[in-house]
């Protein structure tokens, strides 16, 4: 007890602060905080540390942790809650700004061609404008994205009914200036419309893509599309995504290849590992080329089902296409082999190929060790990285301190711990809470023993 210069008597305060950091992290994820709200939580906890009978030391440690996790936690609920006001309170057109359309690398931006004295002459579109003069005005500004954006956004707010015509030739401007966010923010209006505001649905305009766009303007199509399936991702519909890929490559088609990665990984991370396979061999048949970020996908998902040898064939697929390897792929078979008890295998692997790989190999390989309880293996990882001029952090030492800890063997986790703070590596709360824990477990056992 006294490694730490606590006594038995402040046990409880230590407890208290680092303890409560779990509760702690989940109250403020619960909680939107405030600019105010910030600058008032920080002095009461730092009242509350520092009138603790503790050490300077670890009064110290115990603010430096709280404040990066406030900050954290702050920041994610800053993005969380602007991206759900972005999408829940202003609807695709809407949202079209004035002077920018700014939103991919073809876009540029237009002077616009009305002054303040005459801007004016759209606030009652839609008073002026029908469905079809709508579609001919389009039309006509089709080289002032500007003034045509002004227009939807005027339109909108002035409550213009659209139907599928018009909403065709809006689909058509933003493919022309290759829009594909505010594309698919279009497309999620109507997905997500349950009222049946529109009076159309999102088959309906599909339907619409199919026939207006013919051989000589695919470029346009796969754009459409690759809009529509990111709105359906988006809102985790998957069988409609695969549903226009499958009609899409009726007409010879193929969306983009970031489209099918994305769809890809999608499918992976929802577990849905053997569709993913499934997928991947119907797009190849319709003429898709994978490059090195689907094969990565394929090996992630295949480590993940335990075919690690089908994994392995992948890298023969890269080679008979000429494809290289990336850290991420090559990483991501390291992981599998380690999460299916071939720990031996990747340690042996990774330093065969220390220059394909990057940092996070190793971090696998040290949680498969510990994993299979072969502490001294991922020890010996460490001293690999240390002679490869890797220096390990608290990611790398967290799951061996962890190891140790669960196993009881306090004095290692310890040691570990000791040798993070001697190379300036800062500790976590995840680290300290596992060793919180078993020192928590050793005095029980001790209580009941004595």
Not at 123 to 144: C, G, P, W
Not at 186 to 214: C, H, M, P, R, T
Not at 263 to 285: C, P, Q, R, S
Not at 311 to 340: H, K, P, Q, W
Request: aromatic content about 14%.
């Amino acid at each position: 007890m006294y490694r730490w210069g606590i006594s038995t008597s402040y046990w409880s305060y230590f407890f208290m602060i680092f303890g409560f950091l779990p509760t702690f992290t989940s109250m403020l994820y619960c909680i939107k905080l405030s600019h105010q709200q910030m600058y008032e939580t920080w002095p009461r906890l730092y009242r509350f540390v520092s009138h603790l009978p503790l050490s300077q030391k670890l009064k110290t440690n115990a603010l430096s942790m709280w404040v990066p996790l406030i900050r954290s936690v702050y920041r994610r609920n800053l993005v969380k809650y602007d991206r759900i006001f972005r999408f829940s309170s202003v609807s695709a057109l809407a949202q079209l700004p004035f002077s920018d359309v700014s939103d991919s690398g073809s876009e540029e931006n237009y002077p616009h061609p009305f002054n303040n004295n005459n801007i004016a002459s759209f606030d009652h579109a839609h008073q002026v404008f029908d469905k079809m003069s709508v579609i001919e005005t389009l039309k006509y500004l089709k080289e002032q994205p500007n003034t045509a954006l002004h227009l939807l956004t005027r339109l909108k707010l002035c409550g213009f009914t659209h139907d599928v015509a018009t909403y065709m030739a809006i689909i058509r401007f933003m493919c022309y200036w290759g829009m594909i966010s505010r594309l698919k923010f279009l497309f999620l209006e109507v997905i997500v419309d349950k009222d049946g505001a529109f009076g159309f649905n999102v088959s309906d305009l599909f339907e619409g893509l199919l026939k207006e766009f013919n051989v000589g303007d695919q470029h346009l199509f796969v754009i459409a599309v690759d809009a529509l399936i990111k709105a359906f991702l988006n809102v985790r519909r998957l069988d409609e995504a695969f549903e226009v890929l499958l009609k899409i490559q009726e007409g010879r088609f193929v969306p983009s290849v970031r489209t099918c990665n994305l769809f890809l990984n999608e499918l992976v991370e929802e577990g849905e590992v053997d569709i993913a396979m499934a997928v991947y061999e119907h797009l190849k048949t319709g003429g898709f080329c994978p490059n090195v970020c689907t094969y990565g996908i394929v090996v992630k998902g295949l480590c993940r089902k335990g075919r690690v040898n089908e994994a392995r064939d992948v890298f023969r697929e890269m080679e008979e296409t000429g494809v290289e390897s990336d850290a991420f792929t090559f990483g991501s078979y390291i992981d599998g082999l380690c999460s299916n008890g071939n720990t031996d295998f990747a340690f042996v692997l990774l330093k065969m190929s220390r220059d394909a790989v990057d940092v996070f190999a190793y971090a696998s390989v040290i949680r498969g060790f510990v994993r299979e309880l072969k502490f001294d293996s991922a020890e010996n990882v460490f001293l690999d990285m240390k002679q490869s001029a890797i220096v390990p952090d608290a990611y790398y030492y967290g799951p061996l301190i962890q190891g140790y800890c669960k196993r009881n063997n306090l004095l290692k986790a310890l040691d570990l711990h000791d040798d993070m703070n001697s190379n300036g590596i800062q500790t976590n709360c995840v680290i300290l809470s596992s060793i919180m824990q078993c020192l928590c477990h050793l005095c029980w056992k001790s209580e009941l023993t004595s």
